[in-house]
Structures are given as C-alpha cells and as structure tokens.
C-alpha cells in the first residue's frame, strides 16, 4: 500500500512533462552515465523488452528529449542522445521527485528514514541476488 501511493505521488509529480514513470526512467538512463546508450542498453536497465524501450524511446523523441544518432564505435548501432532540452527536464523531474518523497516521507523521524532506508537496501540487495 505506501508503493502504491509512493507511486502515485511520483506519477502525479511527472505530470508537468507529460510523462510515464518508464519515460522517466528511460530519460535518467538517457542522461545519466558517460556512455551513449543503445535501445539494448535502455531495455536492460528499465528491465523491460526491447520493443517496448523503443516505444519509449520513440514517445521521448516525439518530446524533443532525445535523439537517435549513429554510434561512433560501430556504424551499425544507434545510440540514443539526450537533447539539451531532455537535460533540462530530465533535471526538474529529479527535483519534482525528490520533493514528492521528501513530502511522503515527512511524517517519519530522521531515524525512522534511517531505518527505512537500510531495510530497502537489504531488500534491494536481496533480490538482486536472486
């Protein structure tokens, strides 16, 4: 029940772009990082099949937050680029974002969020090494 309204609050956040919270995460993944990332690359780190990272590859485009461009290590692949535009939001979503859990969170003690970030750690931790 607190992920799912935790999500909410997000998705309510991302509102001002237009944005899905995949766009979103495609978009970090886009901007973050020293490498240009593939369609493959983005797939892999949003956890999701291929056909859907170029959907949302493509919804982003569309926004004029990325580009596609040849890859200069291999003139076969595409590499996807953030536009100076996709920076700029890519860098107000993070700030929506971090004020949407900053207000969720607020009900909680400092040593509260303490605990609650080591548990999710552990659980994150957890499940990536199953």
Known sequence: ??????????????????LSPHQSRALRAVCSGDAEPRLADIADQLRIAPRSATEVVDALEAKGLVRRAPSPHDRRAVVVQPTAEGLE?????????????????????????????????RLTVDRADS
């Open 1 to 18: 029940m607190a992920g799912r309204a935790l999500r909410r609050s997000w998705v309510s956040a991302l509102a001002p772009w237009d």
């Open 89 to 121: 939001v890519r860098s107000a979503v993070e700030q929506a974002r971090t004020e949407a859990a900053e207000a969720y969170l607020a009900p909680l003690t400092p040593d509260e969020r303490d605990t609650l970030s080591v548990l999710l750690r």
